[in-house]
C-alpha cells in the first residue's frame, strides 16, 4: 500500500519559521508535492520535487530525501493568512496523487 | 484565463434523489479526478479519468458514477445510493504523468 504520514496540527507565531514534515511509504516513487488550503476553500498547488534537494518559491520551500522517503514544506516569515491545512502528496507515475490526511497550521500573534 | 469551473458553489438535495455535479476545465489536461472531503478530514478519491472515454473507480467509488466524454469535462452523479452524500466535493485536472493537480473551486453538497 502506499500512505503518508504528516503532523496534524502546527501552531507557530507570526514572522516565524516553520516546517512541516511528511514521511511517506510509496512503492514506484516519482516525487512528492504540496498542497495548501484555507478553510471554506479547495486546495492550491504549491510545489512539487522530483529531485532531493531544496526548492525555493517565495516564502515557501520543500524539500526531499528520497533515501529517507521524507520531506517537508518549510514556511519563512509566517503571516496570518498562511493559517490553513497543508497536504503533502506523493506521486508514482500514471496512478492519482496520494494525499496525506493534512496538517492544519495555525500561525499566532 | 485558463481553469477549472465547478458548478454550482452550493446544492441542496432531498435524499433519495440523484444530483450531477459539474466539472469543466480549460487546461487541456488528459486527466480528472473528484475528491470528498468531510469536515476537517482530508481527501478521498472518487473517481478519476486519465483519458476520454475511460475512467477508473477511486477509494470510494459506491453510490457514485461518472462520464468523461469530452477532454473538458467529468461531470459526477451522487446516486441515491450514496449512504452519506453530504460533503464538500472537489473537481480536480492535471497533465498525464505528472505530479501536481489544480483543484476547481468545489460544490458544497447537502442532503437533507
Sequence with gaps: GQSLEQ????????GAIVQINCTY??????????????????????SYNALDGLEETGRFSSFLSRSDSYGYLLLQELQMKDSASYFCASYSGNTPLVFGKGTRLSVIA | DGGITQSPKYLFRKEGQNVTLSCEQNLNHDAMYWYRQDPGQGLRLIYYSQIVNDFQKGDIAEGYSVSREKKESFPLTVTSAQKNPTAFYLCASSNRGAGEQYFGPGTRLTVT
Design chain 1, 7 to 14: 503532523p496534524s496540527e502546527v501552531t507557530a507565531v507570526e
Design chain 1, 25 to 46: 511509504q510509496t512503492s514506484g516513487f516519482y516525487g512528492l508535492s504540496w498542497y495548501q488550503q484555507h478553510d471554506g476553500g479547495a486546495p492550491t498547488f504549491l
